[in-house]
């Protein structure tokens, strides 16, 4: 089975992680640390960013949260805009029935695409929530890892990373990994 190019299907258990350890680079600079470029890159580092209108309002603080999280990390410079059209990066809740993905894989929670598409899919019938709640999903540990595919990095193998493929109910896991920074900064050459 080959991961499709263009999307990118997160799940809460094991079953995907073959399909995207396609290519492991060892990072030579820090010892044991494995993450995963992708094939494309943005262009820029000024990307904008928009949330699509009618968005369930508890879901702006984290996901800005999360984009201040790869700005702190990276020379890339994120604002948000109001027009969802035009942004770089477009995110969404999204009904499963609306994706092929979501319903081909069920257990995915989230979807993102390389770039330079950059849409983002939450899926809308996952209990989402801001913080560790047992049996629920905490928006800004997905967002975190959802922005990393955006950015155009795919899994890495290291279970601490933040694109590590899969996480669990109720766990919060926000803050990118060293092993998350090495990967973005090898893509982009950022020192
Ligand atoms: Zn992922």
């Known amino acids: 089975m080959v ?3 263009s999307s990118n299907p997160d799940l809460v258990n094991q079953t995907l992680i073959k399909l995207h350890w396609v290519k ?3 990072n030579s600079f820090k010892s044991g640390s494995y993450y995963v470029l992708g094939d494309t890159t943005w262009t820029t580092t000024n990307l904008t960013w928009a949330l699509e209108p009618g ?3 508890d879901a702006i ?10 700005e702190n990390a990276t020379k890339f410079k994120f604002e948000k805009i109001d027009n969802y059209t035009k942004a770089n990066v477009k995110i969404s809740f999204t009904p499963i029935d609306q994706l092929r993905e979501f319903l081909e894989y069920p257990k995915s929670v989230a979807l993102s695409s390389y770039p330079p598409d950059g849409l983002l899919h939450f ?8 913080g560790a709640q047992r049996g629920k999903m905490d928006i800004e540990t997905v967002a975190v890892h959802e922005l990393g595919h955006i950015l155009g990095l795919e899994h890495s193998d290291v279970p601490s990373a933040v694109m590590y493929p899969t996480t669990k109910w109720g ?3 926000r803050n990118l990994h060293e092993d998350d920074i090495a990967g973005i900064k090898e893509m982009y050459n950022f020192p």
Do not use: E, M
């Open 171 to 173: 766990v919060i896991k």
């Open 3 to 5: 991961k499709p190019r």
């Open 24 to 26: 492991l680079v060892h």
């Open 61 to 70: 603080k984290p996901i800005k949260c999360a984009f201040q999280s790869w």
């Open 55 to 57: 968005i369930r309002s």
């Open 123 to 130: 899926r809308a019938d996952v209990p989402w929530v801001n």
